[in-house]
């Protein structure tokens, strides 16, 4: 299941863990990023919480936790490569994983056509 936030992150729910990370939209709006800092695995978030920062030679922007939950893993390689994210934000260029404190929250986000009319 693939889910959206109007802060254009992502989230592809497998079991109770979702991966999460920004849309090629966002990209797009960003340019170029440059740096990636990632929350420490085992942080729990709550719903909004600041997750994430990531920095373009345009701009410096938060990415919130769309859903509440436990920090499972980051993926290191944006931090060493932040050019993966441009290069494949909705593949390699994943930023965390979260185990879901509660999937009914993943109801309440976008799904892939009301993100596109949004950008639209």
Do not use: C
Not at 33 to 51: E, M, N, R
Not at 65 to 74: I, K, L, T
């Amino acid at each position: 299941m693939l889910k959206y936030t109007e802060e254009h992150e992502w989230l592809k729910l497998e079991g109770d863990i979702a991966t999460v990370g920004i849309t090629e939209h966002a990209t797009t709006l960003l340019g170029d990023i440059v740096f990636v800092q990632l929350p420490d695995v085992g942080a729990k978030l709550a719903k909004g919480d600041d997750a994430a920062v990531v920095e373009s030679v345009k701009a410096a922007s938060d990415v919130f936790a769309p859903v509440a939950g436990e920090v499972a893993e980051v993926n290191q390689a944006i931090v060493e490569d932040p050019a993966v994210v441009n290069a494949d934000p909705q593949g390699a260029g994943w930023f965390f994983k979260l185990r879901l404190e509660d999937i009914k929250e993943m109801d309440g986000l976008m799904d892939e056509a009301t993100y596109k009319k949004l950008i639209d």
